[in-house]
């Protein structure tokens, strides 16, 4: 997103305020959840790895929701084959 995708800053702007919604709820379903495992049972040395886990997983969530928002590509027809 952004200009490695080619856009303005008006494009980001709108792109931002429609996945806003989904973006934030998504942090709070994952990463909300994990805080709260990892301050009440995760032993204090594993506290980083375990919510370096938890990002990875929202990390892949949120592509996937990104990927969701995107519109579909147009598929090129596939060549007859002679």
């Known amino acids: 997103m952004g200009a490695a995708a080619g856009l303005g800053a008006r494009d980001v702007a709108d792109v931002l305020r429609r996945q806003f919604v989904d973006a934030t ?20 040395g594993l ?16 592509g996937a929701v990104n990927l969701r928002a995107q519109p579909a590509a147009p598929r090129a027809a596939p060549a007859d084959r002679a």
């Open 25 to 44: 709820s998504l942090s709070v379903a994952v990463l909300g959840p994990a805080q709260a495992v990892n301050f009440s049972v995760v032993p204090y």
């Open 47 to 62: 506290r980083l790895p375990f919510m370096l886990g938890a990002a990875f997983v929202y990390n892949g969530a949120l």
